[in-house]
């Protein structure tokens, strides 16, 4: 018996009924499917012997991350200024502070959503058997 089963089938409605007599009473069933056709049907399935049926979409959001050098006065290929962003630091003592502020040209990771809308959506359907 399992507390819990993860399907990641092109038809998991015909493996649902497997999944309830594996699945210990009040276990969880989480099936991924990348059409919502899919969802449908296992979502039918799921209504006789499953409570708490939920479906989330999963979408893919990439982000572009570069290294950009902080205290220089160029900006960066795509004419972005980093030049005067704050120089973020954790807390230091006095002597630590002083040397961190004339060395404040360090290197700085930044990220941001890719303009490009390209991706594909999936969804996690979450079931819970009933105890009978």
């Not at 969880?28 to 499953?50: A, D, G, K, M, W």
């Amino acid at each position: 018996m399992a507390d819990s089963v993860f399907l990641d089938l092109p038809q998991p409605w015909l493996a649902i009924p497997s999944c309830r007599k594996m699945l210990k009473p009040d276990g969880v069933l989480c099936s991924f499917s990348p059409c919502i056709e899919q969802v449908q049907r296992s979502s039918e399935t799921l209504r006789s012997n499953f409570t708490d049926i939920r479906t989330f979409e999963v979408l893919l959001r990439t982000y572009e991350v570069k290294e950009v050098k902080l205290g220089s006065s160029k900006g960066n290929s795509e004419g972005d200024s980093v030049a005067s962003l704050p120089c973020k630091r954790r807390q230091r003592s006095s002597e630590e502070s002083v040397h961190r502020q004339e060395n404040c040209s360090s290197n700085l990771v930044m990220a941001r959503p890719s303009s490009e809308a390209r991706g594909h959506t999936g969804y996690l359907t979450f079931a819970r058997l009933r105890c009978f």
